[in-house]
């Protein structure tokens, strides 16, 4: 289907612009651009359709022509995409999806192993943890698997920081989380003094950023503060432990007025790694960087004899939570990956096969039965 062409002017580009347009951009679509068809970013996606920002202003789109049995592949908020233009269709149709530099994606809570989208064309994820609760360590480091994995960078904000009027405490818990986020900025922030605040604007202003956490973190405050109105709705969390209600239900992007496109996302309560290996290494890159120092390349880093892992915990440098949370992370992660992947499957059927047989001798050995 092809449709009179509608060239994008100089004038009218400066909208796509606000919203992340580039020549890289450009240049993959030009297919679509040759068809008469019109960019723009999907900034929200509700039953079907979809609000597009296009040069000519925001547009309501459906989805049916783009909508593929792979959940990892439906249409998401912050793709860019290919629209009707103004006139050809009524309703007006969404006919493509340009490939997606980056995504952010989780396993879902159901049975069926299945991954979803929660951010397209992201470079970088904030994630937002609440200093009005026990600071969990091991749901920070999933989130940085999956940032990571996603091809963003991360940074992790503590919001409400002014719930913790003192200095020294305040930076004890910025040290905790330094030592479970190598490479990654840690920011204290509070929406109402708006202590960081411009700390984090600073890294916000260039590319597009997705707003991650749990419910009753503080990201729709923090939304609101960057974009300089109040876009999202906000509720008090509960003070016995600090979770929220979701204010935010679907995933919706804004135009930052220092430049800059962020994505507010609704509080996640599970935090499924999604295929993101890559990530955990990168989250405990202290763990991959000694294990190149072990007997073998495939130790374990459980009780085989000269694990540079196992000795750096028992002379107290790496701590053992660490090492629990990381074998925990792939662990999980390889269930994942196995569902969905027949050799992964047979990978570890073999290995569980291997493990037991060691066992057997082992035991064998000792009751004296093998000679």
């Known amino acids: 289907m092809s449709f009179p062409l509608s060239p994008i002017t100089s004038s009218s580009s400066s909208t796509l612009d606000a919203h992340g347009w580039d020549s890289g951009w450009a240049s993959a679509f030009a297919p679509y651009a040759a068809q008469g068809l019109v960019p723009g970013r999907v900034i929200r996606v509700d039953r079907g359709q979809c609000d597009v920002a296009t040069a000519e202003g925001t547009v309501r789109a459906d989805t ?14 912050g793709d860019w995409a290919a629209v009707d233009p103004e006139g050809a269709a009524d309703p007006r149709y969404v006919r493509a999806c340009l490939p997606r530099r980056t995504a952010f994606a989780r396993s879902t809570s159901s049975k069926r192993s299945e991954g979803q989208i929660l951010a397209a064309n992201v470079d970088h994820a904030v994630i937002t943890v609440s200093l009005a609760v026990e600071l969990d360590l091991g749901r920070i ?29 305040l930076s004890y818990l910025v040290e905790d989380v330094e030592t479970v986020a190598p490479g990654v900025q840690v920011v204290p922030l509070s929406s109402a003094t708006g202590e960081g605040l411009d700390v984090l604007s600073a890294v916000v202003a260039g590319g597009t950023t997705v707003l991650l956490g749990v419910s009753g973190a503080g990201k729709s405050t923090l939304a609101n503060a960057l974009v300089g109105e109040d876009v999202m709705d906000v509720r008090a969390a509960r003070d016995i432990d600090g979770k929220g209600r979701h204010t935010t239900t679907t995933r919706n992007l804004f135009v930052l007025p220092g430049g800059g496109v962020l994505i507010d996302t609704p509080g996640l309560r599970g935090v499924g790694l999604w295929d993101a290996e ?46 629990e949370s990381y074998r925990k992370l792939l662990r999980e992660n390889q269930r994942i990956v196995a569902k969905t992947d027949a050799r992964v499957r047979n990978e570890i059927l073999k290995d569980w096969k291997r493990k037991g047989a060691e066992g057997r001798r082992a035991m064998e050995l000792k009751r004296g039965h093998v000679r």
């Not at 049916?64 to 908020?77: G, Q, S, Y």
């Open 64 to 77: 049916a022509f783009v909508t593929p049995h792979d959940p990892l592949r439906v249409i998401c908020t």
């Open 278 to 323: 890559t990530g955990v290494g990168q989250v405990f890159s202290e763990i991959e960087e000694l294990s190149g120092n072990c007997r073998f390349h495939d130790c374990a880093h459980e009780a085989e004899p000269g694990c540079a892992v196992t000795a750096a915990v028992e002379d107290g440098s790496l701590p053992v939570r660490r090492l």
């Open 141 to 169: 480091e999933r989130f940085l698997a999956l940032a990571w994995e996603s091809g963003a960078q991360p940074t992790v904000v503590l919001s409400k920081a002014d719930l913790v009027p003192d200095p020294v405490g």
